[in-house]
């Protein structure tokens, strides 16, 4: 391997195994000197960029040049996804000789093309390779979590290859090269930038993204007017004050030059940052001018006329809940057919397609691109209605709810992350509002999730996907008489991480398996259902039966409470759902559901409908004031178990490829498909704060899905065979499972490592479900008996 700061020769290897083969050495970029390699491993040419420090600097510059060159080649990388038409792949870095290997493009760059063209190029053939180079600004400004700059648009790199195909080149990594302010040093000076092309505020180390557009549209003068510019050092201190210009007025060299072109020069060639257009703006005018008669104005949904990006941009941040239906609706297609802008159009199907499942998140990726007076440059605004919660004074079996209002006063789309101490739960773990949208959570401090004594102090913070946090702070008091009272009275408190969970109660519940579970809503009963076609409530404090439900006339596979707890709803190997009332045991509603068997059956959140999960793979909605079917979702593929989102809204649903869609209610097509299982969906269930999904599969694997970003958080590996059945704590920080190996596992989500197997019961545990304030485990099995683990 070559000496860090040796320069390359010809036939040295570079690169892991020496994967790069120096050919030769074919110029001098803006950070270092540039390398023609050979790819040994795809046989292909690339091109090694490499950081050559000036001998004249510091140990202590050096260092600091190597530390900034890491960083930009780091964000360099970012452009690589999803990539862009006009700007060469990244495929590697190599840190050990600072060396950057991309793409080998072979051409002709923009100034050796004018050069044989006699200085200048036809209007819109100029127009057209601009056009290019800004629309790949327009990509690299908009990249996340940072913009990436070029900081060295010119002629000479700007290339175009045999098929006329525009490349952008020579990233020139110059912010990585420590900028001499003075400009004292020559060869620090020409890294920093070009005469004529830098604008003033690059100089002073001060780049922006419009810095990008100074230069461009000195490239556009030259390349329509031939002009060359002459600026050198001398020129410096004026032009930095802004009483030199490089270029003059473009119409007094060729006055056949359109004074539009002129005006699109002189704005992005302001002395003030900020007086220029951004890359996409600039772009919509290159576009305008390049397809004058190909546009006309778009219609919006309430009937204004839209002209260009900039009305659309404005009237779409006016308009917000409109524009983002408008963006997954029919807006690309307008664009396509009533402006002509394919890649504009392209750029919204792609927004949508990356942000399916949120509708806002793609209309502030849309603005961002637009940029309608520095929307990209925005922060997020988020205040909540307090900045403290004291919670007071609380025993250590004490519970207490505040409710905590966030308000989103800025421009921007804000979806944060809530992260909270142990002894604290949020209703929700992400909150997603527009500008000027309101929610509310509830805060509750648990002290049963604590071993701590005294005053507790922490915060809860708030984290969006930019990674800016908001912080509120959190205070609590501990009563030490309510931990002695406690160790006086023997009340055990439950600590699901400690594995010291164990069965305190069984009731023989069912002569075959206990097919069917799930617990009121204050936590007093236990409804479940088995093959001797019987409903029954059972009492949670002793077990005691209160009530059998003993005219279903089939085997029950599922009952589920109303969010009340007045009603009951069964379903079981026939086509028919009840709805029962508990209180005086009666049958209020009967649905045919004309499904076969019903796996599944939920209330929604406002208990004004009913979803069966039914034997023939279908999901029927009905409205319970009438039993009328409201909608059919019909998987392709047959549906095997789903999990109703805790808003009511959306399922979802596992299917017979080992797949699970997510499905809006009311949507004739799934929002997001995820994949991993295996040998079947066998069950499902959503975390109650609606961004965790959990679901087993046939071969005993458990995966845990953030429904935020739908990746996999965890996936959890322990039982022998099927899982049968899966819970999470209203916490959302345990998970349960249950298999046909006979055990219960449980596992913590953060890390997913399993906590405690329980054992009990004889043969497959078939449910489990958790009470809604979490003390109390309860399950089902096939040898007819419910347990109560705690």
Known sequence: MPAPDAELLPGERIGTGGRYVVERSIGQGGFGQAYLVRDQQLGRFCVAKRQVPNPAWSARIREQAYSNFRREAQLLSTLNTPGHPNIPEIFEYLPELHCLVMKYVEGRDLGWVLHGRGGKLPLDEGLAIIREVCSALAYMHSRSPEPVLHRDIKPSNILIDSEGRVWVIDFGLSKATPVDSNLTNTVETQMAGTFGFTPPEQWRGEAVPRSDIYALCATLHMTISGFQPTMDRDDMDDFLAGKYAPFPPVRSIDPNIPPLVEAIIRK?????????????????????????????????????????????????????????????????????????????????????????????????????????????????????????????????????????????????????????????????????????????????????????????????????????????????????????????????????????????????????????????????????????????????????????????????????YSHDGRFLLAGGNSDQIKLWAIRNRRIVQVINSQQGYQESVFFSSDGQLMIAHGGDGSIGVWRLRDGSLVQRLQPNVGGQTISLHPDGRSVAIGCADSSVRLWAIGEQKPAAVLTGLRGGVNCLVHSHSGGVLVGGDGTGVVRIWDLDTHSVRQELRGHQNAVRSVAIHPDGQTVVSAGVDSTIRIWRVSDGAVLQVLNGHAGSVLRVAFSPDGDLLISGGVDGTIRMWQ
């Not at 079996?397 to 979806?415: A, H, I, K, P």
């Not at 992400?430 to 004594?453: F, H, K, S």
């Not at 799930?518 to 236990?526: A, E, K, L, W, Y």
Request: net charge neutral; glycine share 8%.
């Open 268 to 560: 992005g060639m302001a002395f003030d940052p900020a007086q220029r257009p951004t890359a996409a703006q600039l772009l919509a005018a290159l576009d305008t001018l390049l397809n004058p008669k190909a546009r006309a104005d778009l219609q919006s949904p309430d009937g204004a006329a839209l002209a260009d990006e900039p009305a659309l941009a404005h009237w779409a941040e006016a308009h917000w809940e409109a524009a983002a239906l408008w963006l997954y609706g029919s807006l690309a297609d307008q664009v396509t057919r009533l402006w002509g802008k394919n890649r504009l159009a392209a750029d919204m199907r792609a927004i949508t397609e990356r942000n399916a499942t949120d509708q806002h998140a793609g209309l502030d990726e849309l603005l961002t691109l637009l940029d309608p007076e520095g929307y990209a440059a925005a922060l997020p605004q988020l205040t909540a209605d307090r900045q403290s919660i004291d919670f007071g004074q609380l025993g250590s079996e004490d519970r207490r709810e505040v409710v905590l209002q966030l308000t989103n006063n800025g421009r921007r789309y804000v979806r944060v992350e809530i992260l909270a101490p142990r002894w604290v739960m949020a209703s929700t773990l992400t909150v997603a509002l527009p500008p000027g949208r309101q929610q509310r959570i509830r805060i509750t401090a648990d002290m049963r999730r604590t071993n701590e004594a005294g005053r507790l102090r922490d915060a809860l913070i708030m984290r969006d996907r930019s990674g800016t946090t908001f912080r509120i702070e959190l205070e609590v008091r501990l009563s030490r008489w309510g931990a002695m009272l406690q160790m006086i009275s023997g009340t055990r408190r439950i600590n699901w991480e400690g594995g010291e969970v164990r069965q305190i109660r069984q009731i023989v519940a069912h002569r075959s398996g206990v097919w069917a579970l799930d617990v009121s809503p204050d936590g007093r009963q236990i409804a479940s259902g088995g093959w001797d076609q019987r409903v029954r409530i059972w009492r949670t404090a002793d077990g005691a039966a209160e009530e059998v439900l003993d005219d279903h006339g089939g085997n029950v596979l599922s009952v589920a």
